[in-house]
């Protein structure tokens, strides 16, 4: 994925953002998007829930199989299976120095726990950039989105279609349509924001640590806002 916005951060390739920052927004709102975006430029693995189940669906592991149902209807999986899954990626090296979430935390349950998990990883303050998307433009976002079945590369049909229909320009594997992104699903997925994560804009805003991203914007235009929140934060010593 190209660096749209230049230069990387000055925070570099070796000393990383020594935090968690997490994408909050609804399904749609660019969290997978700007995900590949900083990762890449901050040099932060990119910890997507989504994609973890996604392959462990594909693998055929026992997590793939409680968590198939419960995405193909648009509900959250249960925060114990979610929350083990996540320990265990943070307790890989390449997380010591931060990481980017794109779709977790989820409820508050997932948000205190991850708290306690950055203590565990004396890991600096979390910083959370909150995206918020009006629900038409979702809907468009999501039934034209398509992804790469090779790298997850991300397409919209709409927005950003790639040179080659149903092919990706960057590695040239098959683009396919996620099976939850169905009008029916997306709502379901959609109620499911409001009703489980969004309680998470106060309980983050309350703590000071959340800055607000216009994610209504052309993707370029919001990568630029997300780094010029992420370039004023110091890596914590
Ligand atoms: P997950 O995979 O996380 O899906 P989601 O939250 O529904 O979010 P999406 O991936 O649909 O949207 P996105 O914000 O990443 O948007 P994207 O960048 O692709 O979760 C799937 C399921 O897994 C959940 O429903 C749940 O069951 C389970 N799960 C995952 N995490 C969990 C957790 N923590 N707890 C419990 N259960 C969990 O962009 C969308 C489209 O818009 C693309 O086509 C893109 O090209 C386009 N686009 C992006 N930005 C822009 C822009 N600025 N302008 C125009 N188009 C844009
Ligand atoms: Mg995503």
Redesign the pocket.
Known sequence: MADVTGDRSPLGDSQGLGRAVILL??????????AQRISQRYCLPHL????M??DNIKRETELGRK?KP??ER????P?AI?LGMVADRINQPDCAKGFVF??????LQ?AADLEKICGEHRLGCTLVLH?AVNPELLMR??T???ICKAGGH???VY??PPKREGICDVDGSQLIH?P??SEGVIGE?LA??DRQTQPLVEYYKSRGVLSSVD?????DT?TQGITRIMDGVKAPR
């Open positions: 927004g609804p399904p749609g709102a660019g969290k997978g998007t700007q997507s829930t989504g994609d189940f996604r968590a419960l995405m648009g509900e959250l999986v925060d979610v794109d779709g977790f935390p989820r409820t997932q995206m976002r999501l034209g989105r398509r991300i397409y919209n927005e950003r996620r939850d992104d997925r499911a924001y994610a209504m914007a052309d993707a919001v």
